[in-house]
C-alpha cells in the first residue's frame, strides 16, 4: 500500500492536534493521500443530532489542491426548515450523509490547510 505523502502526513497531524479529544480515523487512499473521517464534532443547536462526524479527503496533490468536499452524518434542521443550498444527501465511505459543498477558489497552501478548512467548514454549517 502506499505511504502518505509527507504533506498529507502533516496535516493528519495539525488535525488530530487541531481536534484533540476526537477520534480520527486516517484510510490511506492507495496514492499518498487519505481519508479522514473525524468523531464527535459539534454542528450546534440548529441540527438534530447536535454533533455528528466530518469527513473529507486529503489527495496526493496537497496542499496544492483545496480539501474538498466535505461530509457530515445525516442532520436534519431542529426548526424543521430544509438544510438549504449546498448540501446534498449522499453516501460517502460507506456511510449515510451529507455532502457540504464549499469550495475555496483562493486556496492558498502557504495560509490554508486541511485543519482551518474543517474549521471553517463547520462554523459555515453551525451558522445556517
Request: charged share 15%; proline share 6%.
Amino acid at each position: 500500500m502506499t505511504q502518505l505523502t509527507a504533506a498529507v502526513a502533516e496535516a493528519v497531524g495539525a488535525i488530530r492536534a487541531n481536534f484533540a479529544g476526537h477520534a480520527v480515523e486516517v484510510n490511506p487512499d492507495g496514492a499518498g493521500g487519505a481519508l479522514v473521517i473525524v468523531s464527535d464534532v459539534a454542528v450546534g443547536p440548529r441540527y438534530i443530532p447536535a454533533a455528528t462526524w466530518l469527513g473529507f479527503h486529503l489527495n496526493a496533490a496537497y496542499p496544492a489542491s483545496d480539501v474538498y468536499p466535505h461530509y457530515v452524518g445525516v442532520l436534519a434542521r431542529a426548526d424543521g426548515r430544509g438544510l438549504g443550498e449546498a448540501i446534498t444527501p449522499t453516501t460517502w465511505q460507506g456511510r449515510p450523509g451529507l455532502q457540504l459543498s464549499r469550495r475555496s477558489n483562493r486556496w492558498n497552501p502557504a495560509v490554508d490547510n486541511a485543519a482551518n478548512k474543517a474549521e471553517r467548514i463547520l462554523k459555515w454549517l453551525a451558522d445556517r
